[in-house]
């Protein structure tokens, strides 16, 4: 898949469908992380209709549907509402942060009698329920599966918006507003699909960059800050992010630059990709 000014394309070249919601505002500078989440809705076509809906004042970037098909609502450049009150690494109000990916999944289900049914009263079969205990609640409960067409898909289009993007990292709405969200819920194997799509395991460092380019590294977020080396550090220092602002990073250099060794400063996030 690729990205062509901030639209989502197929292998074949082909657009994916887009279907433009009109909740969302403004544009994102820099995206920092990929949002996922379920919908908790009857079908993708539902979902669909609702967060291109005015008064539903929610969307998101793309929606994947049980069968893989996709639907992009906003273009990755804008901000989709679909984070709300919303708190990540330092950020608050991930809408400006983030891109937001919902799949067709109904979410948390009810026992009744011998039935899983959703909220909306839909039996589900006993072979699409995962029953799993919430990292942010005490018992067990059932959860609608994803499909395995529908995480093949969602895994492609991750990776092309982790590599388009450069993207920091990969969370789910329950991450970001665990008071309130319960999305993607345990049935999204969460741990595995970051690993595959941003290369490591969980006990690696998540927060290793190198600079795409000779980049200045200063004694503050912002270019008004003295250089701590005149000549910047050089195209492929690795280096490790410490602490984020706005589009600032405070990093820890893992080289040796010149005579320099315990170098640590501040540099744009523009030109840095993960190492």
Request: proline share 4%; glycine share 8%.
């Amino acid at each position: 898949m690729k990205i062509k000014k901030h639209f989502l394309f197929d292998n074949q070249n082909n657009q994916i469908r887009y279907a433009p919601s009109p909740n969302c505002a403004g544009k994102i500078v820099i995206p920092e992380y990929l949002v996922i989440h379920f919908t908790a809705g009857r079908s993708m076509q539902s979902s669909e209709k609702w967060l291109t809906d005015p008064t539903a004042k929610a969307s998101a970037h793309l929606i994947i549907g049980r069968d893989g098909s996709i639907v992009q609502l906003v273009s990755f450049n804008k901000k989709a509402w679909h984070a709300g009150l919303s708190q990540w690494n330092g950020r608050a109000g991930l809408n400006s942060y983030s891109l937001g990916i919902e799949l067709d999944n109904a979410g948390k289900l009810k026992r009744q009698g011998n039935k899983w049914v959703t909220w909306f009263g839909e039996e589900i079969p006993d072979e699409d329920v995962i029953v799993a205990q919430h990292k942010h609640e005490i018992s067990e409960s059932g959860w609608h599966a994803y499909t395995k067409e529908q995480l093949e898909t969602a895994l492609m289009v991750s990776a092309t918006l982790v590599q388009k993007y450069n993207l920091l990292d990969i969370v789910g709405h329950d991450d970001i507003a665990p008071k309130r969200k319960t999305d993607p819920g345990p049935a999204f194997p969460m741990e595995n699909f970051r690993a595959h799509i941003l290369g490591r395991s969980e006990n690696e460092d998540d927060m290793s960059f190198i600079t795409t380019e000779t980049l200045n590294i200063r004694s503050g977020p912002s270019a008004r800050y003295e250089k701590l080396i005149p000549n910047g550090l050089p195209k492929g220092t690795k280096v490790v992010i410490l602490e984020a602002q706005e589009s600032w990073r405070f990093v820890d250099v893992f080289d040796s630059v010149g005579e320099e060794m315990d170098l640590q400063g501040w540099v744009h996030m523009r030109y840095l990709k993960r190492a």
